[in-house]
């Protein structure tokens, strides 16, 4: 590292007054927990692992019960006779015996003024192979939602780390831009004097005020990009306002191989995952379709109570059952689900295939934008040493009157811009391996 690298560093670990602080793995562990967009996405995990409890409930014991209260506008009743007059119609000593009228009558109730009833009944299903491929899917859909939330995780947690590295630029912009500001007071001050001694022109005084304007606007835009880029994290970290300052993160270690990150692409990147579980749950869903042409074997119980007790004499009942349903034909419907679910398992194998090779192919992009990155750094390096040499000689000479105050102007101004093209490419660096290091699945911070 630099000179100029080690200072700014140096002055970013310094924070404002007033400001906490912020480093990056404090930024990424707090956006776990407060980004909103995350939260939202956990939420809809947590309605997704709902499906297997789903599926399984029609697999367990239905149990309903009712009552029923009716008013009828007239009450129907019956009598019915229990017990008969027996007559002796005979002649001598054959007897003949006929039923008499009826000697005692029990009146039995159709239809009640008020009628109440309940009901309590249970179904359980025995036999149903659509059900348990259903179950087989869902339970496949819910390890596919777990899998594309944690893509959504990662994405979401390098979306801060972006932002981070954004603020902290725009941070060493505002530490640049305050030395230029302060180096373009001294040479106004400086044009003055020789101004006013009569040894340098007017046009140099002007330059030189010109040129202090134009640091004060820097600085007044660079202050406006950091605050921007900070007001831009506490969104993602979900603050309400940004009350902090932010640290140079560290040099992140060097990423492995190529051949080893794009080996473990497939096996360590969760949209990958997801995709293959994708393809799961569709196969499975179509087993569902083909559990439909098989017979479903069901078991039922009930019990009925009601305050009439009609022909029966009793005011409670009870009956258990087995119910056996065969669809035959049902006009062709399965037969069409089964050719959309045909052509939805193609588009999952293709939405796979698709994803290994976008995902080798990410790896591989982002392995070519670390080494342009790397290269463009250190070149950023070496202008900034050849800039700082170039100004020290050129004041050198200024100040013995050897240099123009135009030449030394361009030298401040080259400097300037040096140091925060090597900034920027510092700062690209570092986040090229972080963003190798997602491409590769490799980037789950904790």
Partial sequence: MTAI????????????????ALTLDEALREAQAGNLDLQAARARLDQARTRGWK????????????????????RASISLPT?????????????????????????????????VGAQVQATVPLIAPSLWFGISAARAGEKASAQGTEAARREILFGVAQLYFGAVGGRFAVQITERQLSVA??????????????????VALLRAEIDRAKAEQDLKSARAGYDSARSALATMLGRPRADFDVEAPPEPAAPPPEGELEDGVVRDRPDVQAAETAVTAVERSRGTVWGRYLPSLGAFGRYQWANV????????????????NWT????????????EN?????????????????????????????????????????????????????????????????????????????????????????????????????????
Avoid: M
Avoid at 55 to 74: D, E, K, M, Y
């Fill in 185 to 202: 007071l001294d040479h106004e001050k400086d044009a003055k004097v020789r101004f006013e001694a009569g040894t340098a022109p007017k």
């Fill in 55 to 74: 599926a399984w409930s029609q697999q367990l014991p239905q149990i309903t019960a009712g009552a029923t209260w009716t008013h009828n506008s007239v």
């Fill in 83 to 115: 017990q008969y007059e027996v007559l002796d119609l005979g002649a001598g000593a054959t007897p003949r015996y006929v039923t008499g009228n009826p000697l005692r009558t029990v009146d039995a109730t159709l239809q009640a003024k008020d009628q």
């Fill in 309 to 324: 007790a009609g022909f029966t004499g009793t005011q409670s009942s009870w009956a258990l059952g087995l119910a056996l």
């Fill in 5 to 20: 690298a080690i200072a700014a560093v140096l002055l970013l670990s310094q924070p404002a007054p007033g400001a906490r």
């Fill in 342 to 446: 045909g052509a939805k398992v193609a588009e999952a194998e293709a939405n796979l295939r698709s994803a290994r090779l976008k995902a080798r192919d990410e790896v591989r992009r982002a392995r070519l934008e670390l080494e342009a990155a790397a290269a463009n750094r250190q070149k950023a390096r070496e202008t900034v040493d050849l800039a700082r040499e170039n100004q020290r000689l050129v004041d050198v000479n200024y100040k013995a009157g050897a240099a123009t105050y135009l030449e030394a102007s361009d030298a401040n101004a080259q400097l300037t811009t040096a140091e925060l093209a090597s900034v920027t490419e510092q700062l690209k660096a570092q986040l090229a391996v972080l963003k190798l290091l997602k491409a590769a699945g490799r980037f789950d911070p904790r």
């Fill in 328 to 339: 035959l034909f049902d006009g062709t419907l399965r037969e069409a689900e089964l050719t």
